[in-house]
């Protein structure tokens, strides 16, 4: 009985974190969709880069912000993927590139604290 208690309790705890994570999803994702260019520019200024920049990418047939920011996201974060990956994401699906980069952002900001004890 206490297996079947615990067993519900470690899914209720991963069913909580998966909610609360698909509704941030949801919620940038409709900011995407709704002011893609707002949305864009705001992700742009929070990886640490000028708030205009993604304007840019409106001059060419694939878009070099986008793709830039993929590639320096995955650097930062370590991230494995190819140069053609980040092209393809970048030209075809614009608005969903820029909602994994923002969540992916907020999943790396949440702040860890670590404890080190020292011998004396």
């Known amino acids: 009985m206490k297996a079947v208690i615990r067993d519900l309790k470690v ?9 609360n994570q698909v509704g941030y999803s949801i ?27 993604p304007l840019l990418d409106g001059f060419g047939c694939i ?4 793709m830039a920011m993929r590639v320096s996201m995955r650097s930062r974060y370590g991230i494995q993927g ?12 614009g ?13 790396r900001e949440q702040n860890v604290n670590l404890v080190h004890n020292r011998a004396k």
């Open 27 to 53: 919620e940038s994702c409709c900011f995407a969709f709704w002011c893609f260019p707002c949305f864009a520019c705001a992700t742009s200024r929070k990886h640490g880069e000028c708030l205009c920049l």
């Open 95 to 107: 608005i969903c590139t820029w909602c994994q980069m923002s969540r992916e952002m907020n999943v």
């Open 82 to 93: 190819t140069i053609f990956n980040d092209c393809l994401y970048s030209t075809f699906c």
């Open 11 to 19: 899914h209720w705890l991963i069913t909580k974190i998966t909610l």
């Open 63 to 66: 878009p070099p912000i986008t």
